[in-house]
């Protein structure tokens, strides 16, 4: 399922002249072909890794990760002088990429950088005219906030 949407995103992506983001949900797509064929061949044990609190230190160098990933971006959107909106689009995209990380070490600050850019994705998506996009991103914020209040439960009921 995730990865047909995130092959429909790069397309959209694509058509919005969106390049980040269409490049970025390319990427998801073979890290969740990898992930499923891991998966499958019983190479992943999801319980193997208990959610987990972040540290402080984690999120400095989360922000400073995110800063550093959205000025490349944006740097590389600008030199293609094909992208509008350079800074929001790499802000964007940069606080998934930095979200899918932590979320593999099912890391609480995932939420975070989730809810970023989802907020940021709708400013984009809106402003390109793609008002469906906005109200599913509008959605995917709500099950951010919702994903961190289950996730921090579990990690009072874990302890550090």
């Not at 047909?4 to 002249?17: N, P, R």
């Not at 609480?108 to 906005?134: E, K, P, Q, R």
Request: charged fraction near 10%; proline fraction near 2%; glycine fraction near 8%.
């Amino acid at each position: 399922m995730f990865i047909a949407c995130y092959v429909a995103y790069t397309w959209i992506g694509t058509e919005a002249d969106l390049l980040a983001t269409a490049a970025m949900n390319a990427i998801f797509v073979i890290l969740s072909i990898e992930g499923w064929r891991a998966w499958k061949a019983g190479e992943t044990d999801d319980d193997a890794v208990l959610v987990r609190p972040s540290p402080k230190g984690l999120w400095v160098t989360s922000f400073a990760a995110w800063l550093g990933i959205a000025a490349a971006i944006s740097t590389l959107l600008t030199l293609s002088g094909r992208a509008d909106s350079t800074w929001l689009e790499a802000t964007a995209t940069a606080g998934a990429f930095v979200a899918q990380f932590l979320l593999t070490r099912k890391l609480i600050a995932t939420w975070a950088f989730w809810l970023l850019s989802d907020l940021a994705f709708m400013v984009v998506y809106g402003v390109t005219g793609y008002w469906v996009t906005v109200g599913l991103f509008a959605v995917f914020t709500v099950l951010a906030v919702q994903g961190w209040r289950t996730w921090h439960r579990a990690t009072k009921a874990v302890g550090p």
